[in-house]
């Protein structure tokens, strides 16, 4: 089962869906965070992670406008590099890069 939702909804809106269309989707805990858009790019994390996995894992399609005023889809077959950025872009390894502070 999925879910089509928009940016625009706060997590109070998504429980009531929830429990209207008796589903279960990743959300944060405070009923006031939008839960797609920093959160999912963030990773996620929720109380249902442990049972669920992260937020960001559980998108299977993103619509959205990009800097130059294109709207378009990104998925796993369309727009590749967008679709995985916009999930959280997979782990870093920047603190590779940063100098030792103690030297």
Do not use: C
Not at 16 to 29: G, K
């Amino acid at each position: 089962m999925a879910a089509r939702v928009g940016a625009g909804l706060e997590t109070w809106e998504v429980y009531n869906l929830m429990d209207l269309h008796n589903i279960t989707l990743i959300v944060p805990l405070t009923m006031t965070v939008g839960p797609y858009g920093g959160f999912t790019t963030g990773g996620g994390h929720s109380t249902f992670a442990s049972f669920y996995g992260l937020g960001s894992d559980q998108v299977l399609s993103l619509q959205v406008v990009t800097a130059d005023g294109d709207f378009v889809t990104a998925d796993t077959e369309t727009n590749r590099d967008l679709f995985y950025a916009l999930r959280g872009g997979g782990g870093s390894k920047t603190w590779l890069a940063l100098p030792n502070p103690s030297s």
